[in-house]
């Protein structure tokens, strides 16, 4: 069976308890924003795919979708996932395309947007996203994947103890405690960087 143009997808929350009800909304959804959230499960498994697609269920976040599955031709979702990028190792690391950082090491991540960490203090120069892609840049950053999820190339760069050191030096600059203390305390050892094409 064809793709269609737009499906109706019932949209409820996870986070619903045992008593505890949410509402369920229906809205219709383009296929290719339902596929999109598919490749962020399965990545481009086409078989995998489309045994989703026939299920009509799907976990994304803290959301459920659920709509009445078909069975999706298989030249139809290859067509389709033609047009999703694919992971290209032979892309370098550019730190200005980079919009999202993950510090990693320990049992704990600490997710550190680009807009969070790039506000300079009144008599700063320099910014805590200043001196992290100053080290991303200087080489080591390896390219992981690319995640649909995120629609970015995944690098990986592993961290020497110096690096974490200046890293922690610098998050004085953070204007958020929160993140601040994270980044002083957590251990850390490596930098997952999120790129956009």
Known sequence: MALPQTIRVKISSEAAGA??????VAQELPVRELIERILGLAGKDEPRIREILLRGTLVAGASRFRWAGWKAGPEDVRDLLATFPDPDPSLPFDPARCFRAVLRGGRRAIEIPREAAVCK????????????????????????????????DVYVRHLSAAEVQRLRASAEALRYRTLRDQIEVVDFTMAELYAIR
């Open 19 to 24: 008593i505890e009800l949410t509402a369920v």
């Open 121 to 152: 203090g009144l008599f700063r120069r320099a910014t805590f996203w200043d001196a992290l892609m100053e080290i991303a840049g200087a080489g080591g950053a390896v390219y992981s994947n690319y995640s649909y999820r995120d629609r970015a």
